[in-house]
T-cell receptor, first 114, second 112 residues
């Protein structure tokens, strides 16, 4: 079964600094990988996804992530943090063998310091 | 705009009193999912419908049921809510299996 590890439940970053959220996955088959963002009392919004092809994926709000098979990683980055980036971020992996069951990591709560 | 809608956004119920949460979609997607997200935890899949076919997760309690009367609507029924069922309940849809899931805003359930 697939699983996701996100370390550090709370991440503090200064406004204008690099945002880096780490995601490592375990999957027995080639994975589909996702990053979702959740603002307080709201649902999940898709930031970006990797299925096949180019390993560097660009998403909304200036975020991007790179799939590294050798490291089983899919880290999320943004060059310059904005106050509006304060939210919870979830990495998820999907079993590509047809059941589309998403396994989520525990999430990173991002705090942006002015 | 095509979207996933959940009503109500906040629901208060009493211990043991049945409650129904609603999800509708204008995306005409084949698959609809229900997730439970407890405070400070990741969403956990309860079950999903592929068209009319119901797929229950092995560890979903029997207290949780679902109905999908048509393509657009899907309901989550909690037959006898306990205090431990207080959570955010998220509905998601995807066009097909192996396609991206799109989430609604969620319903926050409080059990008194």
């Amino acid at each position: 079964a697939q699983s996701v590890t996100q370390l550090g439940s709370h991440v503090s970053v200064s406004e204008g600094a690099l945002v880096l959220l780490r995601c490592n996955y375990s999957s027995s088959v080639p994975p589909y990988l996702f990053w979702y963002v959740q603002y307080p009392n709201q649902g999940l919004q898709l930031l970006l996804k990797y299925t096949t092809g180019a390993t560097l994926v660009k998403g909304i709000n200036g975020f991007e992530a790179e799939f590294k098979k050798s490291e089983t990683s899919f880290h999320l980055t943004k060059p310059s943090a904005h106050m509006s980036d304060a939210a919870e971020y979830f990495c998820a992996v999907s079993d590509t063998r047809g059941n589309n069951r998403l396994a989520f990591g525990k999430g990173n709560q991002v705090v942006v310091i002015p | 705009d095509a979207m996933v809608i959940q009503n109500p956004r906040y629901q208060v119920t009493q211990f043991g009193k049945p409650v129904t949460l609603s999800c509708s979609q204008t995306l005409n997607h084949n698959v609809m999912y229900w997730y439970q997200q407890k405070s400070s935890q990741a969403p956990k899949l309860l079950f999903h419908y592929y068209d009319k076919d119901f797929n229950n997760e092995a560890d979903t309690p029997d207290n949780f049921q679902s109905r999908r009367p048509n393509t657009s609507f899907c309901f989550l029924d909690i037959r006898s809510p306990g205090l431990g069922d207080a959570a955010m309940y998220l509905c998601a849809t995807s066009r097909d299996i192996e396609e991206t899931q799109y989430f609604g805003p969620g319903t926050r359930l409080l059990v008194l």
